[in-house]
């Protein structure tokens, strides 16, 4: 089913299914090769899949190994993992494959009826439509982003926390306390085009030495911004976050109207001057989703086909779907249309990437 109720699109993988399926075992504190020997592999066996198992072995190991691979023998790539494992799946280069990518997110698993949910999915075979978002550095280089884009007070506890893994999700809480004690301003400049008008405003970009679809909605970043674009007169912020997908965490909803072909990015920013106490009260209302409802006048939310964001000078990180990307460089982002299972680039289809 759809988040919205209604029944999702589905389109099935063909029979017999050719699986590349990755396990990164320090996932779910540490419990996903022995999740996967107890839950999954049976139901793979009695429904007739017989997939590749490559168990991880360090950073980068699955990039290389598709890197490596004849994606066109391949019907799809399965990722059994936290998010850290699928982004570096998408990071390769290479556009040349008909397959689908799908996730069995197994961080912080605490009930295995999801799990089992998923794994179902895998032996139906059945994948459903999800956006990505394509971004751009001014090094030339290209991203693709299934989570969320973050810039300053959540990127930093993300970043930050990394030292309290072994606390699980509680490693959130303990970092936006450490980071709430030292609240920083990060100074920058923001810009976005508003989904109302990107629906009709295709310029027909087309960045040079760029792999991939092209970008009709994002100028070079070394151009100045069409005239439908909407420059935010702030340049002190506390936080700017980009959500895709209606949760950044098990336990935080973000973007509770985001749907996973919406065709928009839910852009998030707060401006300086909200109070550690204000900003504690919205990161516990988002638990429910509730942080809309908040009434803080430092909070803003607008529904974009894309944006530009150019960091200032001092202390920060951005980060791609919780993984850091270099700073000082000005960073776009759209939102690409859903795309269709079949014959398609690497990062087209995704599915079913569930929240636990």
């Known amino acids: 089913l759809s988040p919205s109720g209604g029944r999702a699109l589905l389109s099935s993988l063909p029979r017999p299914c050719r699986l ?19 839950h999954i592999q049976p139901m793979l066996h009695e429904a007739g899949v017989i997939p590749t198992l490559i168990i991880t072995e360090r950073q980068n190991h699955a990039r290389e190994k598709v890197r490596e691979a004849d994606l066109s023998q391949w019907d799809a790539l399965v990722i059994m993992s936290g998010d850290g494992l699928l982004h570096e799946v998408q990071k390769n280069p290479s556009y040349q494959a008909s397959f689908s990518l799908l996730s069995l997110r197994v961080s912080q698993v605490t009930s295995e009826e999801l799990l089992v949910s998923c794994g179902f999915l895998l032996c139906k075979g059945q994948v459903s439509h999800m956006d990505l978002v394509s971004l751009h550095l001014s090094s030339n280089q290209r991203l693709f982003s299934f989570l969320s884009l973050a810039w300053g007070f959540v990127a930093d506890v993300d970043v930050e926390s990394e030292k309290y893994r072994h606390a699980g999700a509680a490693r959130f809480t303990v970092g936006t306390l450490v980071r709430l004690a030292s609240l920083r301003i990060y100074k920058g400049r923001l810009a976005y085009l508003p989904a ?8 027909g970009f087309a960045p040079k030495d760029v792999h991939g679809p092209p970008d009709s909605l994002l100028p070079p970043l070394d151009q100045p911004l069409p005239s439908d674009w909407v420059l935010v007169p702030q340049e002190d912020f506390v936080l700017m976050l980009a959500m895709f997908q209606s949760h950044l965490a098990e336990d935080l909803l973000a973007a509770p109207d985001a749907r996973l072909d919406d065709g928009v990015i839910h852009l998030f920013y707060v401006t300086a001057g909200i109070s550690r106490k204000a900003l504690l009260r919205l990161f516990l209302a988002m638990e429910k989703g509730a942080h809309l409802d908040t009434n803080c006048q430092q909070l803003v939310h607008v529904k974009v086909r894309a944006l530009r964001l150019e960091p200032g000078s001092g202390k920060g990180v951005i980060t791609v779907d919780g993984e850091v990307v270099d700073y000082d460089e000005p960073t776009a982002a759209s939102r690409k249309p859903r795309f269709i299972p079949g014959p398609v680039p690497l990062w087209s289809v995704v599915a079913p990437v569930l929240k636990a």
């Open 196 to 203: 109302s008008r990107g629906s009709s405003t295709d310029k």
């Open 20 to 38: 590349m399926l990755f396990v990164n075992p320090q996932s779910g504190k540490g419990k996903a090769l022995t999740l996967y020997n107890s």
